[in-house]
C-alpha cells in the first residue's frame, strides 16, 4: 500500500486497479471548469465525484480515512479546459 500524489492540468488516469481516493485540491484558471473523477480507466463509466468550480473558487477536500472513496476498476480524472488539480490517492 502505498499514498501518492500527482498535480495535473489535463485529464489523467492515475491508477488502474483498485484504491481509495483521499482527497483533492481543484481549482479553475479561468471561467467554470467541470472535474468528474471515475472508476474506471478512462472518462466514462461509474462516476465516484463531480463539481464544478469557478475562477472564484478552490475546492480543498481532504477526506478522513474512514470516508476515503474506494475505487476497483481505476482511478481517471477528467479535466475541462483551463482546470488545476492537486489529487491524495491509496493503491492497495
Known amino acids: ?3 501518492k500524489k500527482d498535480t495535473v492540468t489535463s ?3 492515475f491508477r488502474t486497479g483498485t ?3 483521499m482527497g483533492m485540491v ?3 484558471g479561468s471561467g467554470s471548469v467541470l472535474f468528474t473523477f471515475y472508476d474506471n480507466t478512462a472518462g466514462s463509466g461509474t462516476k ?3 463539481v464544478s468550480v469557478s475562477t472564484s473558487q478552490v475546492l480543498v477536500l481532504l477526506l478522513p480515512e474512514s470516508y ?4 476497483s476498476t481505476g482511478l ?3 479535466i475541462g479546459a ?4 492537486t489529487v491524495w490517492w491509496r493503491e492497495y
Open 1 to 3: 500500500m502505498a499514498d
Open 11 to 13: 485529464s489523467k488516469l
Open 19 to 21: 484504491g481509495r481516493l
Open 26 to 28: 481543484l481549482s479553475a
Open 48 to 50: 465516484i465525484f463531480e
Open 68 to 71: 476515503f472513496v474506494n475505487f
Open 76 to 78: 481517471y480524472l477528467a
Open 82 to 85: 483551463g482546470g488545476y488539480a
